[in-house]
């Protein structure tokens, strides 16, 4: 990977005019952009934060801009304070969802880099032709649509039948009754459908961090490793003391990266356990998208938890740039 | 180029533009003037709609029809996204809970007096369907079917030969059921259940007989003020005992398995996987099209916590027509083609294997003739009221009141810790609606 | 993972070559097996998909799904791969152009107020879509773009993730060139057209290829904002599939292995630029 240069002044050119002239072309190119971008996103941004103020749903005609007002009363910040006090069962649901989320994400962090580092190791040491070749095997979940992979997962997960039970019951396991149903069915405070989800999860989702991390593996100069070997280090050493530290900022990206992605999980969610059983796999997507157009139509509140959704991914954004901002050098 | 970038963004906005106005234009007597008509996607329905489509455009030569259909989901979702913002089909068919929660919005045209009055319509229709499409005692639309998820099971003859059990069935009450159900259900050699004697844990099912339970006893669900709920009596514990029961005791069910989200009951029914599957008899006209090689019949069930049948119902589906119709006149004649006329209601019953809304065409003959497994339930079609102000009749049903019961079934909560959470939840909802 | 050798330099250091490989192969095994699974159980008869328990392999593979599935009359199935084809190409095209065209004014000219520009655009990347979906769908309904296809390719004109990622591409292109452009009396936009571009073939390839993958496989917004039968994309058709026919068990998987057939075919074609955009992406 090249690094990347620090924006270096353009060379100076001593006419004021030909400056102007950028400058305007400059102007003039950005305009369209951003009233584009104001449109299609500011906007919708500040009806949304706006909206979370407002018992609004669009079945009732208000009166206002935009139909907030009248019928659809501003009531401060009541759809927050429901959301975190109240005992409706919106947002009970949605607290339970909030703790899923983060148990979601929990887990699949560390069961990806389980299973990703390992690999783009092994996969760093084998020749370049074969490593091409699994490469592209491992990234096919990537690329593959949810839906279809919802539906392949089903057939995983099918009670009694499916490829899991079956296999089970091939190396003379017991599998459990239901996979996907048993609410009873926890460990380690995790319910048993969670943890299925997130194994399906990572399954499509792993090929992206093995990637990067071989590429990031492949760009450490064999040189660094060579002058390690020089001194003495052994094969251990020398991944511990050079190949550890040089990968650590790509892995820390690469998790900030991963965490963000997992919170905004929903397809699996939606398609292969609905939020069950008993809601031990609701997420906050979820919650949002039923409580809009699922249920009670009512995107008031809906907008409400989508800016605490927001609020959490905007601090791991933050902190992904802070990582980013940093140079990195060999 | 750079002036292609406007051009591209212009075009595309006029394309678009032009795209969204095209029928905007209000027709004239004889123009061309399409109706779009949205139902639910059942094989059932659609076939028997599509035929009276083509009857009425031969009818109405300038008028050119199109059906959209949706899973339910989908379906439930479309409404909710596209009423509000007016960007519907002209005629909806729409399920019973939904109309009074769009009408009273405003976003559903009431039925013009001169097509059908409420007084008359209450004369035509059963009051439970007729209650799933009025609102505050206006009429906004037609009900098409009444919809039954009570007193009537599927039962399937070869699981009833293969463990020796009478067929087909005549129970006399509901331990006879039980005792039925009991023998039918087998368990495989690593102890899972392979067929449940009798499926009664689908969400609407449980739902429907946890409020028939109480009124059959002869308690109510309602609080006094009408508006808020009474779900922890002692009738609403001893109907979510009774269910529980059913399951833990009698073992006729494993709920963990069979439930709304997995061996949903009615394919678990037609995959030979229950022996009587407890759901409504809209499900026979899906099952003979899915399942063509299936034999089965529809059985009356006797009441489960009295003697006597008393139940409600959601109503059931019914054609309305949206405020954002530029054609309201085509569109009332199309609904009241569809759910008004009789020879058309009785052919769509009939086709779909519904069960009448209209009086006249439950008492016709030909409707037996035609669906004779509905003979099961007609005689209790008026035991049987509209539901009442639920609130949000989705969230209690699907988000309360199933999970809930659900959870007690599948031993995680006895049934006064059921009947309470139903109960502070459902009410909780009232209050934040308020 | 205890002992090592001194004298062995490589980084499968731990498990030597045949252990290497040994996990390598069985990581295979588990990323192919369930699609493998998918596959020959399509091939099976609706009797065999019912039966319990399953056999793994269909006693006479047919293709009686593809068939009744590629024949229906009323499943729109080409009208439906023509709209995902033409919703994917269209947007591939128009956020290559907005791209390449604003990372270059962000990347190589100097002007006020263009860190806060660059904020504006940057903050559609850190705006889950979810957040912004019920207002985007109410925008859409009064442009009067509900129910078509431009509803899902006109809110998808700028595409702020290309933005970022053509401008560090093009920050690292010398500005010598263009300044020799300059003196040699080429326009502004003529110094994007014919010196930035030409250099820019793998980045706006994968770029393209990325933005084809994600509006192929695009399943939420489309739900939205298509209500026709005959405007959906392929992902609605098989979620269409999946709750209408679950009596036919055979024509949902084969829907869903037509979902992912044309995005195989893509890849296999383009894999290395697929995986260096995957890559690149997360690096800049």
Redesign the interface.
């Given at each position: 990977m090249e690094t990347t240069p620090i924006f270096k002044k353009e060379i100076a050119s001593d006419s004021g005019k030909l400056m102007a002239k950028q400058r305007r072309f400059a102007y003039t190119s950005l305009v369209p952009i951003l009233l584009y971008m104001g449109l299609f996103t500011l906007f919708p941004i500040a009806w949304a934060v706006v909206m979370s103020f407002f018992s609004y749903t669009p079945i009732r005609e208000g009166s206002g801009f935009l139909g907030l007002g009248g019928a659809n009363p501003f009531i401060g910040i009541d759809n927050y304070i429901e959301l975190f006090t109240e005992n409706t069962k919106p947002a009970e649901v949605f607290r339970l969802a909030l703790k899923n989320t983060f148990i979601f994400t929990a887990l699949v962090l560390p069961l990806n880099l389980l299973i990703t580092l390992p690999l783009a190791v092994i996969l760093e040491s084998i020749g370049e032709r074969f490593k091409t070749l699994f490469r592209a095997i491992y990234f096919l979940p990537t690329i593959s649509s949810s839906v279809a992979l919802v539906i392949i997962w089903s057939y995983v997960y099918a009670p009694g039948w499916g490829l899991l039970s079956l296999m089970f019951k091939a190396i003379g396991l017991v599998p459990p009754k239901s996979w996907l149903q048993d609410p009873s069915l926890v460990y380690f405070g995790v319910p048993l459908a969670m943890i299925c989800v997130v194994i399906a999860h990572v399954w499509q989702d792993f090929g992206y961090n093995l990637v990067i991390f071989v590429a990031a593996l492949q760009s450490i100069p064999k040189t660094l490793r060579e002058a390690a070997r020089v001194d003495g280090a052994n094969a251990w050493q020398e991944f511990w003391l050079v190949v550890v530290p040089l990968l650590s900022r790509t892995v820390l990206l690469t998790s900030v990266l991963t965490v963000i992605s997992s919170l905004q999980v929903f397809v699996i969610f939606q398609l292969l356990t609905r939020g069950g059983p008993q809601n031990q796999t609701q997420t906050m997507l979820l919650s949002i998208y039923e409580n809009a157009f699922r249920f009670a139509n009512n995107l008031g509140l809906s907008s409400a938890m989508s800016m605490i959704l927001f609020i959490i991914i905007l601090i791991l954004t933050v902190t992904q740039f802070r990582i980013l901002r940093t140079e990195w050098e060999y | 180029m750079r002036k292609m970038f406007f051009v591209l963004v212009l075009a595309s906005l006029l394309l678009a533009a032009c795209g969204g106005g095209a029928t905007e234009a209000p027709a004239a007597a004889d123009e061309k003037v399409e109706i779009r008509v949205w139902g639910h996607q059942a094989p059932a329905f659609n076939e028997a709609n599509q035929k009276m489509f083509d009857d009425f455009m031969a009818a109405n030569p300038n008028v050119t029809i199109k059906y959209e259909t949706f899973p339910w989901d989908v379906f439930i979702q479309t409404i909710q996204t596209s009423l509000p913002a007016g960007n519907t089909a002209d005629v909806i068919l729409i399920p019973g809970g939904y109309t009074c929660r769009y009408a009273s919005g405003g976003q559903l045209l009431e039925v013009p007096a001169d097509v059908m009055t409420v007084d008359a319509a209450k004369g035509i229709f059963f009051d439970a369907p007729l209650g799933g499409q009025t609102c505050d005692g206006k009429l906004y639309g037609f009900p098409a079917e009444y919809n039954l998820e009570y007193g009537g099971a599927y039962v399937n003859p070869a699981l009833f030969e293969a463990a020796g059990v009478t067929y087909p069935p005549a129970w006399e009450n509901w331990d006879a059921v039980l005792a039925d159900a009991k023998k039918m259900t087998v368990l495989g050699s690593d102890g899972v259940m392979t067929t449940a004697g009798m499926h009664y844990t689908n969400s609407d099912q449980l739902f429907t007989y946890f409020l028939a339970g109480i009124l059959e006893q002869g308690g109510s669900y309602f609080a006094e003020d009408g508006k808020h709920f009474n779900f922890n009596s002692p009738e609403a514990v001893a109907t979510i005992q009774k269910l529980m029961d059913m399951a833990q005791t009698d073992g006729v069910v494993d709920p963990i398995i069979f439930n709304a989200e997995s061996e949903w009951v009615g394919d678990s029914f037609a995959q030979g996987h229950n022996a009587i599957g407890v759901l409504g008899s809209w499900y026979a006209g899906d099952a003979k099209i899915g399942y063509p090689d299936l034999v089965f019949d529809y059985v009356a069930l006797p009441p489960m916590m009295g003697t006597e049948h008393k139940f409600v119902s959601v109503g059931g589906w019914g054609y309305v027509v949206g405020k954002s119709t530029q054609h309201p006149d085509i569109a009332w004649k199309l609904a009241a083609f569809l759910g008004a006329d009789q020879a058309n209601v009785l052919f769509f019953n009939s086709k779909s294997a519904t069960i009448p809304a209209m009086k006249s065409v439950a008492a016709d003959a030909k409707y037996v003739e035609a669906v004779p497994f509905a003979s099961a339930v007609l005689p209790i079609l008026d035991a049987g009221a509209y539901q009442g102000n639920l609130t949000d009749p989705d969230q209690l049903a699907y988000e309360i009141v199933y999970p809930t019961i659900l959870d007690a079934v599948q031993g995680n909560q006895t049934a006064e810790e059921a009947a309470n959470s139903i109960h502070d939840a459902a009410n909780a909802m009232v209050d934040s609606a308020q | 993972m205890t002992t090592?050798?001194?004298k062995?330099?490589?980084?499968?250091?731990?498990?030597g070559?045949s252990g290497?490989?040994a996990?390598?192969i069985l990581?295979?095994v588990?990323?192919?097996?369930?699609?493998f699974?998918?596959i020959v159980?399509s091939l099976k008869t609706t009797e065999e998909l019912?039966q319990?328990?399953?056999d793994?392999f269909p006693k006479n593979p047919s293709f009686e799904h593809y068939t009744a599935i590629l024949t229906d009359e009323k499943i729109p199935l080409t009208q439906n791969l023509f709209n995902s084809i033409f919703v994917s190409l269209t947007r591939v095209i128009?956020t290559l152009?907005?791209s390449s065209?604003?990372g270059y004014?962000f990347a190589?000219?100097?002007?006020k107020g263009?860190n806060l520009?660059f904020g504006?655009?940057l903050?559609?990347?850190?705006?889950?879509?979810?957040?912004?979906?019920?207002?985007?769908?109410?925008?859409v309904?009064k442009?009067?773009?509900?129910?078509?296809l431009?509803a899902l390719?006109?809110?998808a004109?700028?595409d702020a993730y290309g933005i970022f990622m053509m401008k560090?591409f093009i920050?690292?292109m010398p500005?010598?060139l263009m300044?020799a452009a300059?003196i040699d009396g080429a326009s502004?936009?003529g110094i994007y057209?014919r010196i930035i571009l030409p250099q820019m073939g793998p980045p706006l390839a994968s770029l393209g290829i990325f933005t084809f993958?994600s509006t192929?496989?695009d399943?939420?917004w489309p739900?939205?904002v298509l209500?026709?039968?005959e405007k959906r994309t392929?992902?609605l058709l098989?979620?269409?599939f999946?709750?209408?026919?679950?009596?036919?068990q055979g024509l949902?998987?084969a829907a869903?292995?037509l979902?992912?057939l044309p995005?195989?075919v893509v890849?296999i074609f383009l894999?290395?630029w697929?995986?260096d955009q995957?890559?690149?992406s997360?690096?800049?």
């Open positions: - | - | 090592s050798s001194n062995k330099p490589s980084i499968g250091f731990v498990l070559k290497a490989y996990i390598l990581g295979l588990g990323t192919l097996l369930p699609f699974y998918i159980s019912r319990t328990p399953p793994f128009i152009f907005t065209y604003a004014i190589k000219y100097h002007f263009k520009a504006v655009i903050i559609q990347i850190m705006i889950p879509f979810q957040v912004v979906m019920i207002p985007n769908y109410l925008l309904v442009l009067g773009l509900i129910d078509s431009w390719i006109i809110p004109f700028i560090q920050e690292g500005s010598e300044d300059r502004e936009f057209s993958m192929w496989n399943y939420l739900l939205i209500t026709s039968p392929i992902p098989v979620v269409w999946q709750t209408a026919h679950v009596s036919n949902i998987l869903s292995i979902t992912l995005i195989f890849y894999q290395r697929i995986v995957a890559t690149s997360a690096f800049k």
